[in-house]
């Protein structure tokens, strides 16, 4: 069971359970605490149940068992419309025959204020989104990017404590889509508002996020702040699924402590962290991020030292990604900083490799 530490849940998620079919479960007992205030980032990959559990908070499905607090009461059976929480989608989902302002308007007049409340909230929103001088303006006279600020504003405009986004930034290019990761994190930062935010793009949840619950098969895998979800995944599914990451598959031969011995099948044995092994004589999965790869290492620099025999060279600008052939694995990925001066590599080069315990992590067979 995952949950925060938080007993002032803002939102909680308790014992969830979601079947479409009445059989298979896509959501597998859901159990997290949001605080108030949280950027809190459900990342997984198609069909790991992340927009399933959205949609449950937002009143668009209902949870098959379990059950849904937001600020302390039980929603199960409150109608969406009375939740008092924003979304926004990845389509937009604005009005093609109102204007801007009409579309910030709607949500304001369907909660019946009056008119000059409206107009002072509806030029709030739209300025907090830098989109002051388009309120006559249609969506269809907009770019995509102000379409989607509009989409955000919309969902602010009435003050909620929550909001909700289902991959909002998927419709975008890729610059677009960065520089709007930043805008709505600045926008989160500024109201100090709870996100729950549902996406399959890695880097925008890293970019975004306060933590990020990562699903997979209906079941968070992993809780926790960008870094650490980066730097200490608990699983190779979580291993793999954050950021690049080079995979050695071998047998527990010998643990103490916090540290192991894993043997490879090639026969060289790398020292690790133990973190999720079943005990010696069991498989493990070795996690090693390539930033944490270092070429003909200096004396004492690692405690992990290989022969590499550099396969491809790729420039990447702020960085060069070499593949390798380590202990029998051709896939073995090195980065290495431009600013380095182990950039003088070509195709068919022998060189020393190394790392340390503290950056290989002992894990379970994916």
Not at 178 to 201: A, N, P
Request: glycine content about 8%; charged content about 20%; hydrophobic content about 40%.
């Amino acid at each position: 069971m995952i949950k925060s530490a938080s007993s002032e849940a803002f939102v909680r998620f308790d014992g969830v359970q979601k079947s479409y079919d009445g059989v298979n479960l896509v959501v597998k007992d859901l159990n997290v605490d949001i605080p108030r205030g949280e950027f809190l980032t459900m990342l997984g990959p198609s069909g790991s149940g992340k927009t399933t559990s959205l949609m449950m908070l937002a009143g668009f499905e209902t949870a098959t068992h379990g059950d849904i607090y937001l600020d302390g009461q039980p929603i199960n059976h409150v109608a969406p419309h009375k939740r008092g929480i924003g979304m926004v989608f990845q389509n937009y989902a604005l009005f093609p025959h109102m204007t801007v302002a009409e579309n910030l308007a709607f949500p304001l007049q369907v909660r019946k204020m009056g008119k000059a409340d409206i107009e002072t909230k509806v030029n709030r929103a739209l300025d907090m989104v830098e989109l002051g001088p388009f309120g006559n303006r249609r969506p269809a006279q907009l770019s995509g990017g102000q379409q989607q600020r509009v989409a955000v504003a919309r969902a602010l405009v009435f003050e909620p404590e929550l909001i909700l986004m289902d991959e909002p930034l998927g419709a975008l290019d890729k610059n677009l889509r960065e520089q709007m990761q930043y805008e709505i994190k600045h926008i989160h930062e500024r109201l100090g508002v709870t996100v729950v935010y549902v996406t399959h793009d890695q880097s925008e949840a890293l970019t975004m996020s306060s933590r990020i619950a990562v699903f997979e098969d209906g079941r968070i895998q992993q809780l926790a702040p960008p870094t650490d979800l980066y730097e200490k995944p608990i699983n190779s599914f979580v291993a793999q699924f954050i950021g690049e990451n080079n995979k050695l598959s071998g047998t527990v031969f010998a643990a103490q402590d916090n540290h192991c011995d894993v043997k490879l099948p090639t026969g060289e044995v790398v020292r690790a962290l133990n973190i999720n092994i079943g005990g010696v004589g069991n498989d493990s999965t070795l996690s090693l991020r390539p930033e944490r790869v270092f070429l003909d290492p200096t004396q004492g620099q690692c405690n992990n030292l290989f022969s590499g025999k550099v396969e491809e060279l790729i420039y990447l600008g702020d960085h060069m990604r070499v593949r390798m052939n380590v202990c029998g694995h051709d896939d073995f990925i090195v980065k290495v900083p431009n600013a380095s001066d182990k950039t003088g590599l070509t195709a068919g080069d022998t060189v020393p490799v190394g790392w340390s315990t503290e950056d290989c992590r002992a894990l379970d067979v994916i």
